[in-house]
Nanobody, 116 residues
Framework: QVQLVESGGGLVQPGGSLRLSCAASGFSFNIFSMGWDRQAPGKQRELVAIITSSGNTYYVDSVKDRFTISRDNAKNTVYLQMNSLKSEDTAVYFC??????????WGQGTQVTVSS
């Protein structure tokens, strides 16, 4: 079955960096687009970034030039490098497998808290 396990979250000061990882199993990782979503307290889950099977990327405007999504097909892992973090980036971050333009599976999430 599809399994997605996120790691790398934590507490960081504004302006700091974190790198999230998502280990995938149970499916042919290299043929799927993957994404990162996030959900802040009291808000709906939102898409943050996507990387296609061929390596093309998409970012929501609020994280462009600060976040970088990447993948390592040999390790079945997708990453999210987050730089210049802001308090509004505080959320639970979820790795997702994407099909037909939408997320269909998520991991359990990893908490990112940006605070001084």
């Amino acid at each position: 079955q599809v399994q997605l396990v996120e790691s790398g979250g934590g507490l960081v000061q504004p302006g700091g960096s974190l790198r999230l990882s998502c280990a995938a199993s149970g499916f042919s990782f290299n043929i799927f687009s993957m994404g990162w979503d996030r959900q802040a307290p009291g808000k709906q889950r939102e898409l943050v970034a996507i990387i296609t099977s061929s390596g093309n990327t998409y970012y929501v405007d609020s994280v462009k030039d600060r976040f970088t999504i990447s993948r390592d097909n040999a390790k079945n892992t997708v990453y999210l490098q987050m730089n210049s973090l802001k308090s509004e980036d505080t959320a639970v971050y979820f790795c997702s497998r994407r099909t037909a333009g939408r997320s269909e599976y998520w991991g359990q999430g990893t908490q990112v808290t940006v605070s001084s």
